[in-house]
Protein backbone atom coordinates (compact mmCIF):
# COMPACT_ATOMS: atom_id res chain seq x y z
CA UNK A 1 0.00 0.00 0.00
CA UNK A 2 1.72 3.59 -1.15
CA UNK A 3 0.99 5.76 1.97
CA UNK A 4 3.03 8.61 0.17
CA UNK A 5 0.21 10.02 -0.71
CA UNK A 6 1.43 10.88 -4.12
CA UNK A 7 -0.06 8.18 -6.79
CA UNK A 8 3.04 8.38 -8.85
CA UNK A 9 4.93 6.24 -6.47
CA UNK A 10 2.76 3.43 -7.29
CA UNK A 11 5.70 2.01 -9.20
CA UNK A 12 7.68 1.31 -6.28
CA UNK A 13 5.08 -0.45 -4.15
CA UNK A 14 4.00 -2.68 -7.28
CA UNK A 15 8.03 -3.27 -8.10
CA UNK A 16 9.15 -3.77 -4.94
CA UNK A 17 6.21 -6.31 -4.42
CA UNK A 18 7.19 -7.87 -7.41
CA UNK A 19 10.73 -8.32 -6.47
CA UNK A 20 10.25 -10.06 -3.71
CA UNK A 21 7.74 -12.91 -4.95
CA UNK A 22 10.72 -13.26 -7.88
CA UNK A 23 13.06 -14.05 -4.88
CA UNK A 24 10.78 -16.61 -2.99
CA UNK A 25 10.10 -18.02 -6.45
CA UNK A 26 13.96 -19.44 -5.82
CA UNK A 27 13.42 -20.82 -2.48
CA UNK A 28 13.02 -24.16 -2.06
CA UNK A 29 10.12 -25.98 -0.50
CA UNK A 30 8.22 -22.60 -0.99
CA UNK A 31 5.09 -22.81 -2.99
CA UNK A 32 4.87 -19.02 -4.14
CA UNK A 33 1.56 -17.37 -5.44
CA UNK A 34 2.18 -15.19 -8.75
CA UNK A 35 2.07 -12.00 -8.81
CA UNK A 36 -0.91 -11.95 -11.57
CA UNK A 37 -2.74 -13.15 -9.06
CA UNK A 38 -1.08 -11.19 -5.82
CA UNK A 39 -1.89 -8.12 -7.58
CA UNK A 40 -5.63 -8.50 -7.77
CA UNK A 41 -6.14 -8.23 -4.74
CA UNK A 42 -4.28 -5.06 -4.36
CA UNK A 43 -6.27 -2.02 -2.84
CA UNK A 44 -9.22 -4.35 -2.24
CA UNK A 45 -10.65 -4.51 1.83
CA UNK A 46 -10.79 -8.25 2.12
CA UNK A 47 -10.03 -10.12 4.96
CA UNK A 48 -6.73 -11.90 5.04
CA UNK A 49 -8.08 -15.40 5.32
CA UNK A 50 -10.12 -14.70 2.13
CA UNK A 51 -7.37 -13.85 -0.05
CA UNK A 52 -5.19 -17.04 1.30
CA UNK A 53 -8.07 -18.93 0.36
CA UNK A 54 -8.73 -17.82 -3.31
CA UNK A 55 -5.01 -17.89 -3.58
CA UNK A 56 -4.61 -21.37 -2.02
CA UNK A 57 -1.88 -20.01 0.34
CA UNK A 58 -0.79 -20.54 4.09
CA UNK A 59 0.45 -17.04 4.84
CA UNK A 60 0.34 -13.72 3.17
CA UNK A 61 3.13 -11.19 3.36
CA UNK A 62 1.46 -7.98 3.23
CA UNK A 63 3.39 -4.23 3.87
CA UNK A 64 2.91 -0.54 3.04
CA UNK A 65 5.87 2.05 2.10
CA UNK A 66 5.60 6.02 2.42
CA UNK A 67 8.90 7.77 0.22
CA UNK A 68 9.53 11.24 1.73
CA UNK A 69 12.20 12.64 -0.28
CA UNK A 70 15.19 10.26 -0.12
CA UNK A 71 13.76 8.61 2.49
CA UNK A 72 12.03 5.46 2.78
CA UNK A 73 9.77 3.55 5.13
CA UNK A 74 8.73 -0.06 4.11
CA UNK A 75 6.61 -1.73 6.68
CA UNK A 76 6.28 -5.35 6.15
CA UNK A 77 4.24 -8.09 8.08
CA UNK A 78 3.33 -12.10 8.06
CA UNK A 79 0.07 -13.69 8.43
CA UNK A 80 -0.86 -16.80 9.15
CA UNK A 81 -3.84 -17.20 7.00
CA UNK A 82 -5.70 -20.17 9.42
CA UNK A 83 -6.24 -17.49 12.37
CA UNK A 84 -5.48 -14.21 10.84
CA UNK A 85 -2.48 -13.27 13.19
CA UNK A 86 1.01 -11.95 12.13
CA UNK A 87 3.72 -14.22 12.99
CA UNK A 88 6.45 -11.83 12.20
CA UNK A 89 6.14 -7.75 11.55
CA UNK A 90 8.56 -5.14 11.01
CA UNK A 91 9.27 -1.51 9.95
CA UNK A 92 12.74 -0.98 8.03
CA UNK A 93 13.83 3.26 7.70
CA UNK A 94 15.88 3.43 5.15
CA UNK A 95 17.32 5.96 2.60
CA UNK A 96 15.83 5.10 -1.49
CA UNK A 97 20.23 3.82 -1.82
CA UNK A 98 19.59 0.91 0.58
CA UNK A 99 16.44 0.03 -1.42
CA UNK A 100 18.59 -3.55 -1.83
CA UNK A 101 19.29 -3.88 1.69
CA UNK A 102 15.30 -3.66 2.62
CA UNK A 103 14.35 -6.26 0.16
CA UNK A 104 17.15 -8.63 1.07
CA UNK A 105 16.76 -8.09 4.78
CA UNK A 106 12.55 -9.06 4.58
CA UNK A 107 13.28 -12.06 2.64
CA UNK A 108 16.03 -13.12 4.50
CA UNK A 109 13.71 -13.12 7.43
CA UNK A 110 10.64 -14.42 5.76
CA UNK A 111 12.92 -17.43 4.71
CA UNK A 112 14.71 -17.42 8.19
CA UNK A 113 11.60 -18.00 9.80
CA UNK A 114 10.19 -20.81 7.43
CA UNK A 115 14.10 -22.51 8.12
CA UNK A 116 14.03 -22.67 4.00
CA UNK A 117 17.25 -22.16 1.80
CA UNK A 118 17.91 -20.64 -1.44
CA UNK A 119 19.12 -23.34 -4.14
CA UNK A 120 19.50 -25.61 -1.68
CA UNK A 121 21.75 -23.70 0.30
CA UNK A 122 22.03 -21.01 2.78
CA UNK A 123 23.68 -17.59 1.02
CA UNK A 124 24.96 -14.32 2.06
CA UNK A 125 22.73 -12.33 0.29
CA UNK A 126 19.35 -13.25 -0.76
CA UNK A 127 18.21 -10.50 -3.01
CA UNK A 128 20.73 -9.73 -6.02
CA UNK A 129 21.63 -5.95 -6.47
CA UNK A 130 20.56 -5.60 -10.53
CA UNK A 131 22.36 -2.13 -10.15
CA UNK A 132 24.45 -0.13 -8.21
CA UNK A 133 22.61 3.22 -9.98
CA UNK A 134 19.34 3.64 -7.61
CA UNK A 135 17.91 5.94 -11.13
CA UNK A 136 18.65 3.07 -13.10
CA UNK A 137 16.35 0.76 -10.51
CA UNK A 138 13.48 3.17 -10.64
CA UNK A 139 12.90 3.29 -14.14
CA UNK A 140 13.55 -0.43 -14.34
CA UNK A 141 10.71 -0.15 -11.64
CA UNK A 142 8.58 1.89 -14.04
CA UNK A 143 8.69 -0.47 -16.66
CA UNK A 144 7.36 -3.34 -15.13
CA UNK A 145 4.66 -1.17 -13.34
CA UNK A 146 3.59 0.00 -17.15
CA UNK A 147 4.18 -3.37 -18.74
CA UNK A 148 1.92 -5.74 -16.21
CA UNK A 149 -1.09 -3.61 -17.90
CA UNK A 150 -0.56 -5.06 -21.34
CA UNK A 151 -2.20 -2.76 -23.38
CA UNK A 152 -0.25 -1.91 -26.57
CA UNK A 153 -0.31 2.17 -25.16
CA UNK A 154 1.05 0.62 -21.45
CA UNK A 155 3.89 -1.36 -23.45
CA UNK A 156 5.38 1.54 -25.05
CA UNK A 157 6.03 3.13 -22.38
CA UNK A 158 7.55 0.45 -20.58
CA UNK A 159 9.84 0.32 -23.59
CA UNK A 160 10.86 4.45 -22.75
CA UNK A 161 11.07 2.97 -19.14
CA UNK A 162 13.57 0.76 -19.45
CA UNK A 163 15.26 2.20 -22.14
CA UNK A 164 15.98 5.08 -19.70
CA UNK A 165 17.27 2.28 -17.20
CA UNK A 166 19.60 1.00 -19.75
CA UNK A 167 21.03 4.57 -20.50
CA UNK A 168 22.04 4.99 -16.95
CA UNK A 169 23.19 1.57 -16.47
CA UNK A 170 23.71 -0.66 -19.68
CA UNK A 171 24.33 -3.98 -17.36
CA UNK A 172 21.16 -3.75 -15.61
CA UNK A 173 20.43 -7.04 -16.36
CA UNK A 174 16.15 -7.26 -15.44
CA UNK A 175 16.07 -3.80 -17.75
CA UNK A 176 17.11 -6.15 -20.71
CA UNK A 177 14.97 -8.58 -20.05
CA UNK A 178 12.29 -6.20 -19.82
CA UNK A 179 12.82 -4.95 -22.89
CA UNK A 180 12.37 -8.46 -24.19
CA UNK A 181 9.29 -8.91 -22.64
CA UNK A 182 7.84 -5.58 -23.94
CA UNK A 183 9.27 -6.60 -27.68
CA UNK A 184 7.55 -10.08 -27.55
CA UNK A 185 4.30 -8.77 -26.55
CA UNK A 186 3.80 -6.22 -29.04
CA UNK A 187 4.41 -8.99 -31.44
CA UNK A 188 2.11 -11.55 -29.58
CA UNK A 189 -0.54 -8.85 -30.19
CA UNK A 190 0.15 -7.66 -33.34
CA UNK A 191 0.57 -4.56 -32.42
CA UNK A 192 4.18 -3.96 -33.94
CA UNK A 193 5.31 -7.01 -36.74
CA UNK A 194 6.95 -9.74 -35.26
CA UNK A 195 10.04 -9.70 -38.53
CA UNK A 196 10.79 -6.88 -37.04
CA UNK A 197 10.39 -6.97 -33.12
CA UNK A 198 10.90 -10.59 -32.41
CA UNK A 199 14.75 -10.45 -33.54
CA UNK A 200 14.61 -7.13 -30.99
CA UNK A 201 13.17 -9.31 -28.10
CA UNK A 202 15.43 -12.18 -28.69
CA UNK A 203 18.80 -9.35 -28.97
CA UNK A 204 17.04 -8.06 -25.92
CA UNK A 205 16.77 -11.33 -23.72
CA UNK A 206 20.50 -12.85 -25.06
CA UNK A 207 22.04 -9.52 -23.66
CA UNK A 208 20.33 -10.07 -20.04
CA UNK A 209 21.57 -13.77 -19.78
CA UNK A 210 25.21 -12.71 -20.70
CA UNK A 211 25.08 -10.37 -17.52
CA UNK A 212 22.80 -13.24 -15.37
CA UNK A 213 21.90 -16.48 -16.89
CA UNK A 214 19.22 -17.16 -14.43
CA UNK A 215 16.84 -14.65 -15.36
CA UNK A 216 13.45 -16.38 -16.08
CA UNK A 217 11.90 -13.80 -17.39
CA UNK A 218 15.38 -13.67 -20.34
CA UNK A 219 14.69 -17.26 -20.27
CA UNK A 220 10.53 -17.36 -21.27
CA UNK A 221 11.18 -15.18 -23.67
CA UNK A 222 14.14 -16.62 -25.93
CA UNK A 223 11.54 -20.09 -25.95
CA UNK A 224 8.77 -17.65 -27.05
CA UNK A 225 10.95 -16.31 -29.53
CA UNK A 226 12.04 -19.64 -30.74
CA UNK A 227 8.84 -20.93 -30.86
CA UNK A 228 6.30 -18.05 -32.86
CA UNK A 229 9.18 -16.43 -35.09
CA UNK A 230 11.94 -19.07 -35.92
CA UNK A 231 9.81 -22.20 -35.59
CA UNK A 232 12.93 -24.20 -34.13
CA UNK A 233 10.80 -25.86 -30.97
CA UNK A 234 13.95 -28.09 -29.19
CA UNK A 235 15.24 -24.48 -28.89
CA UNK A 236 11.91 -23.25 -27.14
CA UNK A 237 11.59 -26.63 -25.05
CA UNK A 238 14.88 -25.92 -23.91
CA UNK A 239 14.83 -22.25 -22.85
CA UNK A 240 11.01 -22.96 -21.11
CA UNK A 241 12.61 -25.84 -18.99
CA UNK A 242 15.50 -24.09 -18.01
CA UNK A 243 13.12 -20.74 -16.62
CA UNK A 244 11.11 -23.26 -14.79
CA UNK A 245 13.86 -24.83 -13.78
CA UNK A 246 15.05 -21.43 -12.21
CA UNK A 247 11.69 -20.80 -10.94
CA UNK A 248 9.42 -23.70 -10.60
CA UNK A 249 6.76 -21.21 -9.43
CA UNK A 250 6.83 -18.80 -12.70
CA UNK A 251 3.30 -19.67 -14.13
CA UNK A 252 3.84 -17.58 -17.06
CA UNK A 253 6.51 -19.25 -17.81
CA UNK A 254 4.52 -23.12 -17.73
CA UNK A 255 1.53 -21.68 -19.78
CA UNK A 256 3.28 -20.24 -22.67
CA UNK A 257 5.28 -22.96 -22.73
CA UNK A 258 2.22 -25.36 -22.72
CA UNK A 259 0.46 -22.77 -25.16
CA UNK A 260 3.38 -22.03 -27.57
CA UNK A 261 5.65 -25.30 -28.06
CA UNK A 262 3.53 -28.28 -26.60
CA UNK A 263 0.15 -27.74 -28.05
CA UNK A 264 2.15 -26.75 -31.29
CA UNK A 265 3.60 -30.36 -31.67
CA UNK A 266 0.15 -32.15 -30.62
CA UNK A 267 1.33 -32.92 -26.89
CA UNK A 268 -1.96 -32.56 -25.56
CA UNK A 269 -1.61 -33.77 -22.28
CA UNK A 270 1.89 -32.76 -21.27
CA UNK A 271 0.24 -29.35 -22.47
CA UNK A 272 -2.20 -29.55 -19.47
CA UNK A 273 -0.26 -30.71 -17.31
CA UNK A 274 2.02 -27.28 -17.67
CA UNK A 275 -1.20 -25.47 -17.03
CA UNK A 276 -2.60 -27.12 -14.00
CA UNK A 277 0.80 -26.37 -12.54
CA UNK A 278 0.28 -22.79 -13.61
CA UNK A 279 -3.03 -22.61 -11.87
CA UNK A 280 -1.73 -23.51 -8.40
CA UNK A 281 0.70 -21.07 -8.64
CA UNK A 282 -1.60 -18.13 -10.52
CA UNK A 283 -4.98 -18.82 -9.34
CA UNK A 284 -7.13 -16.39 -10.41
CA UNK A 285 -5.55 -15.44 -13.95
CA UNK A 286 -7.96 -16.11 -16.31
CA UNK A 287 -5.10 -16.26 -19.43
CA UNK A 288 -4.40 -20.08 -17.72
CA UNK A 289 -7.78 -21.60 -17.67
CA UNK A 290 -8.18 -19.75 -21.26
CA UNK A 291 -5.32 -21.72 -22.09
CA UNK A 292 -6.74 -25.23 -21.26
CA UNK A 293 -9.78 -24.13 -23.23
CA UNK A 294 -7.89 -23.68 -26.08
CA UNK A 295 -6.18 -27.14 -25.74
CA UNK A 296 -9.21 -29.04 -25.08
CA UNK A 297 -10.75 -26.85 -28.60
CA UNK A 298 -7.89 -28.38 -29.84
CA UNK A 299 -8.72 -31.92 -29.39
CA UNK A 300 -12.05 -31.31 -30.45
CA UNK A 301 -13.33 -31.72 -26.57
CA UNK A 302 -16.00 -28.52 -26.87
CA UNK A 303 -17.63 -30.14 -23.82
CA UNK A 304 -14.66 -29.77 -22.01
CA UNK A 305 -13.15 -26.76 -23.45
CA UNK A 306 -16.11 -24.48 -22.47
CA UNK A 307 -16.33 -25.80 -18.61
CA UNK A 308 -12.24 -24.52 -19.02
CA UNK A 309 -13.60 -20.66 -20.30
CA UNK A 310 -15.99 -20.64 -17.68
CA UNK A 311 -13.53 -20.74 -15.55
CA UNK A 312 -11.65 -17.91 -17.18
CA UNK A 313 -14.90 -15.92 -17.61
CA UNK A 314 -15.79 -15.88 -13.94
CA UNK A 315 -12.79 -14.86 -13.12
CA UNK A 316 -12.51 -11.63 -15.73
CA UNK A 317 -15.84 -11.65 -17.52
CA UNK A 318 -14.73 -9.28 -20.31
CA UNK A 319 -11.19 -11.61 -20.89
CA UNK A 320 -10.15 -10.65 -24.64
CA UNK A 321 -8.49 -14.21 -24.97
CA UNK A 322 -11.27 -16.19 -23.38
CA UNK A 323 -13.72 -15.03 -25.37
CA UNK A 324 -12.09 -15.43 -28.66
CA UNK A 325 -11.36 -18.84 -27.57
CA UNK A 326 -14.98 -19.62 -26.80
CA UNK A 327 -16.26 -18.60 -30.06
CA UNK A 328 -13.95 -21.03 -31.92
CA UNK A 329 -15.14 -23.42 -29.57
CA UNK A 330 -18.83 -22.29 -29.86
CA UNK A 331 -18.41 -21.64 -33.76
CA UNK A 332 -16.92 -25.28 -34.18
CA UNK A 333 -19.71 -26.96 -32.04
CA UNK A 334 -22.20 -25.06 -34.37
CA UNK A 335 -23.88 -22.08 -31.72
CA UNK A 336 -23.37 -19.29 -33.77
CA UNK A 337 -25.13 -17.05 -32.33
CA UNK A 338 -23.26 -17.91 -29.13
CA UNK A 339 -19.82 -17.20 -31.16
CA UNK A 340 -20.90 -14.15 -32.38
CA UNK A 341 -21.50 -12.84 -29.17
CA UNK A 342 -18.51 -14.01 -27.69
CA UNK A 343 -16.06 -12.15 -30.61
CA UNK A 344 -18.40 -9.25 -30.22
CA UNK A 345 -17.10 -9.30 -26.45
CA UNK A 346 -13.39 -9.33 -27.22
CA UNK A 347 -13.32 -6.06 -29.07
CA UNK A 348 -9.85 -5.51 -27.95
CA UNK A 349 -8.11 -8.34 -29.98
CA UNK A 350 -10.46 -6.27 -32.75
CA UNK A 351 -8.73 -7.75 -36.02
CA UNK A 352 -9.18 -11.18 -34.26
CA UNK A 353 -12.47 -10.88 -33.41
CA UNK A 354 -13.46 -9.61 -37.12
CA UNK A 355 -12.21 -12.63 -38.53
CA UNK A 356 -14.07 -15.12 -35.90
CA UNK A 357 -17.33 -13.60 -37.42
CA UNK A 358 -16.58 -13.52 -40.84
CA UNK A 359 -15.69 -17.22 -39.98
CA UNK A 360 -18.75 -17.83 -38.71
CA UNK A 361 -20.92 -16.32 -40.75
CA UNK A 362 -18.98 -18.38 -43.58
CA UNK A 363 -20.03 -21.42 -41.75
CA UNK A 364 -23.69 -20.15 -41.19
CA UNK A 365 -23.55 -19.63 -44.98
CA UNK A 366 -23.98 -16.43 -44.92
CA UNK A 367 -21.62 -15.21 -47.98
CA UNK A 368 -22.71 -11.61 -48.06
CA UNK A 369 -22.06 -10.99 -44.35
CA UNK A 370 -18.64 -12.83 -44.71
CA UNK A 371 -17.58 -11.07 -47.82
CA UNK A 372 -18.29 -7.72 -46.15
CA UNK A 373 -16.53 -8.74 -43.33
CA UNK A 374 -13.23 -9.48 -45.27
CA UNK A 375 -13.36 -6.27 -46.88
CA UNK A 376 -12.57 -5.06 -44.06
CA UNK A 377 -10.01 -7.10 -42.94
CA UNK A 378 -8.68 -7.34 -46.64
CA UNK A 379 -8.16 -2.92 -45.93
CA UNK A 380 -6.50 -3.72 -43.17
CA UNK A 381 -4.23 -6.71 -44.71
CA UNK A 382 -3.37 -3.41 -47.44
CA UNK A 383 -2.12 -1.36 -44.47
CA UNK A 384 0.40 -3.96 -43.37
CA UNK A 385 -1.52 -6.10 -40.74
CA UNK A 386 -0.50 -9.68 -41.31
CA UNK A 387 -3.07 -10.73 -39.11
CA UNK A 388 -5.61 -9.98 -41.24
CA UNK A 389 -4.40 -12.08 -43.25
CA UNK A 390 -4.16 -14.81 -41.32
CA UNK A 391 -8.06 -14.32 -40.29
CA UNK A 392 -8.92 -13.74 -43.68
CA UNK A 393 -7.28 -17.36 -44.73
CA UNK A 394 -9.46 -19.11 -41.90
CA UNK A 395 -12.49 -17.23 -43.25
CA UNK A 396 -11.95 -18.35 -46.83
CA UNK A 397 -11.60 -21.78 -46.00
CA UNK A 398 -14.49 -22.15 -44.57
CA UNK A 399 -16.22 -20.13 -47.88
CA UNK A 400 -14.17 -23.45 -49.63
CA UNK A 401 -11.88 -20.81 -51.56
CA UNK A 402 -8.65 -23.02 -51.18
CA UNK A 403 -6.07 -21.27 -53.46
CA UNK A 404 -7.05 -17.58 -51.86
CA UNK A 405 -6.69 -19.51 -48.62
CA UNK A 406 -3.27 -20.80 -48.83
CA UNK A 407 -2.08 -17.21 -50.14
CA UNK A 408 -3.50 -15.75 -47.32
CA UNK A 409 -1.47 -18.15 -45.26
CA UNK A 410 1.93 -17.79 -47.55
CA UNK A 411 1.95 -13.93 -46.58
CA UNK A 412 1.17 -14.71 -42.83
CA UNK A 413 4.45 -16.95 -42.72
CA UNK A 414 6.34 -14.45 -44.57
CA UNK A 415 5.52 -11.39 -41.94
CA UNK A 416 5.91 -14.76 -38.81
CA UNK A 417 1.97 -13.55 -38.01
CA UNK A 418 -1.03 -15.33 -37.00
CA UNK A 419 -0.69 -18.55 -34.87
CA UNK A 420 0.20 -20.67 -37.84
CA UNK A 421 2.33 -22.79 -35.47
CA UNK A 422 -0.50 -24.25 -34.31
CA UNK A 423 -1.47 -25.29 -38.15
CA UNK A 424 -1.04 -29.05 -37.37
CA UNK A 425 -3.47 -29.34 -34.37
CA UNK A 426 -5.90 -26.58 -35.34
CA UNK A 427 -8.92 -28.23 -36.66
CA UNK A 428 -9.70 -25.36 -38.56
CA UNK A 429 -7.53 -26.21 -41.40
CA UNK A 430 -8.64 -29.83 -41.76
CA UNK A 431 -9.83 -28.94 -45.13
CA UNK A 432 -6.04 -28.18 -46.36
CA UNK A 433 -4.76 -31.21 -45.02
CA UNK A 434 -4.91 -33.32 -48.30
CA UNK A 435 -2.93 -30.85 -50.63
CA UNK A 436 0.55 -30.99 -50.95
CA UNK A 437 0.91 -26.63 -50.06
CA UNK A 438 0.03 -27.89 -46.41
CA UNK A 439 2.63 -30.14 -46.56
CA UNK A 440 5.03 -27.68 -47.95
CA UNK A 441 3.90 -25.50 -44.98
CA UNK A 442 4.52 -27.46 -42.23
CA UNK A 443 7.68 -28.49 -43.38
CA UNK A 444 8.92 -24.79 -43.20
CA UNK A 445 7.14 -24.47 -40.09
CA UNK A 446 9.42 -27.46 -38.55
CA UNK A 447 6.46 -29.55 -37.85
Known amino acids: MNLSGNPDNDYFGDGLAEELITTFMKVNGLRVAARTSTFQFKGQSLDVREIGRQLGVASVLEGSFRIAGERLRVTASFINVADGYQTWSERFDRTMDDIFAVQDE????????????????????????????????????????????????????AVECFRESLELDPNCAPAHAGLADCYAMLGVYAVMPRRIVMPQAEAAA?????????????????????????????????????????????????????????????????????????????????????????????????????????????????????????????????????????????????????????????????????????????????????????????????????????????????ERGGTLFWLNVNPLFEPLRADPRYDDLKRRLNL
Open 106 to 157: IARTIVGALELTIGGQSQSRIVKQPTRNVEAYNHYLRGRFHWKKRTPDAIRQ
Open 206 to 414: KRALEIDGSLVEAHAALGLVAAIHDFEWDTARSHFERAIEFAPDHATARYWFAMFVLLSQGQFDEALGQVEWAAQFDPVNPAIPATAGLIHLMRKDYEQAQVSLGTALQLEPGHPLSNIILGWVLGSAGDFDGANSAFENAKPMRVVARGGQAWVAALAGDEAKAQEILDELREMSAKGNSQADFEMARAEIALGRIDSAFARLERTLE
